[in-house]
């Protein structure tokens, strides 16, 4: 039976302050015994550390999850479109991390599921709102008018639910039923869509021109 001890400190200025331990290495051919003989003499609650290990490795898939949840939304531009509504949410997602600094061992689960449901919704009503400018804009409104109208009640309906609090998955529910529809007429007129951008991007640039001729 081999014995190694080796010495450790760890600094971690952010979160944990000064933590030593102290690591023992042993080489056995019996190591299994050896391992059941140290969790029943130290006590060790080996249900507790596996749900303990779950519940860690869970808590950052989420808050992977939470990150570019809310990224994607800024990305979008609901930082700016909602700005009280994005403001209030990122506030929670602050008191979270201030919480889990403090209380690292807690479960903080269903709270960053909500918030990154409710940044989700952001991003997607964003996305259904500027689709269905970029329809108007382009008068395509007419060219599929069920789907135009079925993406304007879930859109109103998504609103309501917005402008009442409510957000995760009630409110992405509807900004998706909006966006799929709106979607599906800018696919279907592409086609037009990019023609009418280029017949407006050739006036402007003619005007452009002529201003410049004139002056």
């Known amino acids: 039976l081999i014995v190694m001890v080796v010495m450790t ?8 302050g000064v933590r030593q331990s102290v690591q023992f290495f042993i080489f056995s051919k019996k190591y299994a015994e050896i391992a ?8 060790i ?3 507790a550390a596996a749900q303990a290990a779950l519940l860690a490795a869970d808590t950052a ?19 700016t479109r909602f700005p009280d ?14 919480a889990q600094q403090e209380n690292p061992h807690e479960d903080y689960r269903n709270q960053i599921e909500t918030l990154r449901d409710s940044y989700l919704a952001m991003a997607k009503l964003t996305q259904a709102m500027d689709m269905r400018e970029r329809i108007v804009e382009a008068g395509l409104q007419d ?19 917005n402008a009442e609090g409510v957000a995760g998955n ?10 799929d529809a709106y ?33």
Not at 36 to 43: H, R, T
Not at 170 to 179: C, D, P, R, S, V
């Open 170 to 179: 009630q409110l992405n529910e509807q900004a998706t039923i909006a966006y």
């Open 183 to 215: 979607f599906s007429i800018l696919a279907a007129n592409y086609e037009t869509l990019c023609q009418s951008q280029r017949e407006r991007a050739l006036a402007a640039k003619e005007k452009a021109d002529s201003e410049k001729k004139g002056s």
């Open 85 to 98: 509504e994005f403001a209030k949410i990122s506030a929670e997602y602050e008191a979270l991390l201030k």
């Open 9 to 16: 400190t760890t600094i971690d200025m952010y979160i944990n």
């Open 36 to 43: 059941d003989a140290i969790v029943e003499e130290s006590g």
């Open 143 to 161: 060219v599929d008018p069920e789907n135009f109208q079925k993406g304007d009640a879930a859109l109103e309906q998504a609103q309501k639910l």
């Open 45 to 47: 609650d080996e249900e």
């Open 61 to 79: 898939r989420l808050m992977a999850e939470l990150t570019a949840a809310r990224e994607a939304a800024e990305a979008v531009g609901a930082d």
